[in-house]
């Protein structure tokens, strides 16, 4: 063999090596990603994100690992999801499936489904995986229309209080009116969450964005029934305010609790009140020893609209470490019920979340050297909350990786996360067929 053959056949030698060198690491990367999905799923479990006064497990992660809040939500989600479908769990736990093949499998599949679509999550690709996720379809055109008939004569929807003071929504809507729906839920939440949300749970987000969407929809008016499409305003939009009528006492953080209720007589705690009060439109009202009303006050914004642009440029956001949300509430650190001035150096921005906190859920914040420091936010233990992550004092090198994720049991090569064929129109049409009649038994 002449030299320049053999430094050709030393170099395919080398690249090879360096492409199995390659998908060995994938494949421990993947079995580390299973073991975090793990320690995620039982942190969440644990609401060891809660003390600190995160929203959820996901704003937590974005905080001390650097994910994105995108990220981090579905790392949380596909956490959840595996504790239910053990052979994808191992499967991901030994490096054969990367997350983006998880991730696709724990939108469908169930205990009874995970191992006809596990074979084709080895066979294929993860783009491959996605598309047959994607376009898994239920039902052919006739059922289809007999099931859009059966819907729309169900539609239904109701909100009402419940015994605890909350309000219940209740209702089946039309697909197109649902997914409308949805669409502006999930509109509102990116304006809420973009940065920092979920979860608190999905279901709880959604719960968020929903008022957000009412106090838009407010905002903005309705048009009236007669041609001018007018938005609702003046005396009108009056009717559609909500007013909570609360006395003085409630409002003082040494008094004791007296009426503090909506329009239909639903009874709101006094820190809720406080909390309102912080950021509202007050009117006050004179009573007689008979209860009839002797005087009412002009309407006045506790937060003017000068103040409200100053703290918007200085605060930039909710004031709250690791927050930031833009969407907020202006919070006087003291009470304006109790003395407290509404000026600069007396309030900051909370987003919703957290100005919750400072008032029902034993958190507090303190205003130092304010408005030229920092404010200083203390968790119900009474410990700072601090500003920044802790810094990572020495990164795990690959070789410790490895060694960790054999101490757990896996133990990949080079050919254990890859697809099984290189084409996706190889995978055999059975292992399609497998998994869609999967799909559709599942359905």
């Known amino acids: 063999m002449t030299p320049t053959a053999l430094a050709a056949e030393d170099h395919a030698d080398m690249v090879e090596d360096l492409g199995d060198e390659i998908a060995t690491l994938a494949a421990h990367l993947h079995a580390a990603t299973h073991r975090l999905l793990v320690l995620i799923a039982e942190f969440d479990r644990l609401r060891g994100w809660e003390p600190a006064g995160f929203r959820s497990c996901a704003h937590w992660l974005a905080f001390r690992t650097g994910f994105d809040m995108g990220a981090s939500r579905e790392k949380v989600r596909v956490a959840r999801a595996l504790d239910a479908l053990p052979e994808t769990s191992a499967a991901m736990a030994r490096g054969d499936l990367s997350f983006a093949k998880v991730r696709a499998l724990t939108r469908v599949a169930t205990p009874e489904i995970e191992t006809q679509l596990l ?38 929807f109701a909100v009402f209080p419940d015994e605890d003071g909350m309000y ?15 669409r502006a839920i999930e509109a509102a939440g990116d304006v809420l969450f973009r940065r920092d949300s979920e979860d608190s749970t999905p279901e709880q987000r959604r ?7 009412a106090e838009r929809a407010m905002s903005v008016g309705f048009g009236q029934a007669d041609a001018q499409d007018e938005p609702v305003s003046g005396t009108r939009a009056e009717r ?20 503090a209720e909506l329009e239909d007589g639903t009874r709101v705690s006094a820190e809720t009140c406080r909390r309102v009060a912080c950021d509202t439109g007050v009117v006050a009202v004179l009573h007689a020893p008979d209860g009839s009303v002797l005087d009412v006050g002009r309407r006045r914004r506790t937060i003017p609209p000068a103040l409200r642009r100053a703290l918007e440029v200085r605060d930039r956001g909710c004031r709250f470490p690791g927050c930031g949300s833009r969407f907020t509430d202006a919070h006087h650190v003291r ?15 909370l ?27 203390y968790d119900r233990r009474g410990h700072p909350v601090p500003e920044a992550p802790p810094l990572q004092t020495r990164p795990h090198t690959v070789d410790e990786l490895i060694l960790e994720n054999q101490r757990h049991g896996a133990s990949p090569g080079f050919a254990t996360c890859g697809a099984r064929y290189r084409s996706d129109d190889l995978v055999p049409i059975a292992t399609y067929v497998a998994a869609l009649q999967a799909l559709d038994r599942s359905a």
């Open 119 to 156: 074979e084709l999550a080895r066979s294929g690709t993860a783009a491959q995986l996605e598309r047959v996720v994607r376009s898994w379809k239920l039902l052919g055109r006739a059922d289809e229309a007999e099931a859009e008939r059966r819907r729309h004569a169900t539609r239904t």
């Open 168 to 182: 219940v929504v209740r209702g089946r809507l039309d697909p197109e009116v649902g997914a409308l729906l949805m």
């Open 207 to 213: 719960a968020d964005a929903m008022a957000l969407l």
């Open 240 to 259: 559609y305010q909500v007013v909570l009528h609360v006395e003085a006492a409630s409002l003082s953080a040494d008094g004791e609790p007296g009426r």
């Open 335 to 349: 009470h304006w019920a109790d003395g407290g001035v509404t000026s600069l150096q007396n309030t900051i921005l």
């Open 351 to 377: 987003c919703r979340h957290h100005h919750r906190l400072v008032h029902e859920e034993g958190f507090r914040v303190e205003l130092n050297d304010w408005p030229g420091g920092r404010p200083t936010f």
